[in-house]
């Protein structure tokens, strides 16, 4: 089973939570940070990092010698990474989205491989939990590229334990947003956990991620953070869409107090540590009925 | 003469320079010793995610003009329209089409050597 942790708004609590659920889910766990653009996860979870690899895309290198400037590659890409100006083909390396259509429709074969280097992918072991993380390269604007070389090495992870009696579980650190970045991390998973705060811009912008995952069709649930504080936009929309609200956070200063340190709140005390506790089971009800009901494989 | 291509908001010589390059509404290519010309929409540009400026110089390129006149010109365009070998008169949003020819006949363009914008707009 994948979780993936999502928000919408920056800053509402995505990696407290995702920290805190590893801290207590009982089954073999991988933690994925898939915010390759400031991954953080490794920051409370600690891993020992044990290995990593560069993460890079197919460019398009033009041959000049064998290029006849038909210019059909220009034509093709929709992002003009690549492009005859007059009676020079041009490529533009990182407008590129990697799709390699350029080279596949080139009449003359003068058109090659070369490398740019998306960031970085790394992974380790933080007790019983193995960890993954992607880093974006400074100055890269793509993340889904990365997130697709992150996804692979999950799956070698998923396949090196396959014969296991009990299957591994993923718990996905999301980035925040709607767009690409925020779709890539969660469309992989079984379930969707959008983590807000009870306040008018928690609550625009969690309205917008289920808005935007909702097509999906992923079972969604929701985990209010600093509970107690703002309004109660939030729990009349999550009233009206059916959707349930899994956990809530008290606004506590003793948990901002064990966040700044770095620690994971459910191991601040017997309170936290039940929240976490409740929210797992929930998910694998909400997961399990799902199964039976769907017939998911 | 050469033909020069000018950044227009409408199909007409009275038109305003369009300040913008890569997204600019249209273009005019103007033969400067008749003053005919010939109008070139960029609308599908406008909408492009990226590489509008890219795409724009292409359309330059293609439309045979050797000289383009307009307001702010990006790095990748820059780099696009100087390999097709297009020289560019920029800061010419002030005033209208046939304003920004007459500057240029009276030899009061000077032709950059460097984009004028960053990438976007910063």
């Not at chain 1, 992974?123 to 390269?137: A, I, K, N, P, T």
């Not at chain 1, 590229?145 to 993923?170: F, G, H, R, T």
Request: proline share 5%; net charge negative.
């Amino acid at each position: 089973m994948k979780i993936a942790i999502a928000s919408g708004k920056g800053g509402t609590g995505k990696t407290t939570v995702s920290s805190s659920l590893l801290s207590v889910w009982e089954s073999p766990v991988i933690a994925m940070d898939l915010d390759v653009e400031e991954p953080n996860l490794h920051l409370f979870v600690k891993p020992t990092f044990t290995g990593k690899r560069t993460a890079n895309m197919e460019i398009p290198k033009v041959d000049d010698a064998l290029c006849s400037k038909c210019g059909k590659c220009g034509e093709l890409c929709q992002f003009k990474a690549i492009s005859l100006m007059g009676e020079i083909l041009m490529i533009f390396p990182e407008m590129c989205h990697g799709c390699g259509g350029c080279i596949a429709i080139c009449p003359e074969g003068a058109l090659t491989t070369e490398f740019r280097e998306l960031g970085e992918v790394t992974w380790g072991q933080s007790g019983d939990v193995e960890f993954l993380m992607g880093r974006l390269r400074v100055g890269e604007a793509m993340s889904p590229p990365l997130m697709k070389v992150v996804k692979e090495k999950l799956k070698e992870m998923l396949d090196a334990s396959s014969k296991d009696v009990i299957p591994k579980d993923v718990i996905i650190d999301a980035p925040p947003g709607v767009s690409c970045p925020a779709i890539n991390a969660v469309m992989d998973s079984d379930i969707i956990l959008l983590v807000t705060e009870p306040t008018p811009f928690g609550f625009y912008d969690m309205k917008l991620a289920h808005e935007s995952f909702s097509p999906m069709g992923k079972p969604m649930g929701v985990i209010v953070n600093r509970a107690g504080l703002g309004n109660a936009e939030v729990y009349d929309y999550c009233a009206e869409k059916k959707l349930e609200i899994m956990a809530e956070i008290p606004y506590d200063r003793q948990i901002a107090e064990t966040y700044a340190k770095g620690s994971v709140i459910s191991e601040s005390s017997d309170e936290m540590k039940q929240i976490f506790i409740s929210l797992a089971k929930k998910i694998k009800q909400k997961t399990g009925s799902r199964k039976s009901q769907g017939g998911m494989p | 003469m050469d033909k020069i291509a000018v950044t227009c908001e409408e199909a007409s010589l009275d038109a305003k320079v369009d300040p913008r390059f890569g997204r600019a509404a249209g273009f005019l290519i103007v033969d400067p010793d008749t003053m005919e010309f010939e109008y070139i929409d960029n609308g599908s540009t406008q909408g492009m995610a990226q590489g509008a400026g890219i795409q724009a110089a292409e359309n330059i390129a293609n439309s045979g003009a050797k000289i383009l006149l307009t307001g702010n010109v990006g790095p990748k365009a820059f780099q696009g329209l100087d390999a097709a070998g297009i020289k560019i008169g920029q800061n010419l949003d002030s005033g209208t089409v046939r304003q920004a020819i007459e500057k240029f006949k009276a030899g009061d363009v000077d032709f950059a050597s460097s984009h004028n914008k960053t990438g976007h707009w910063k």
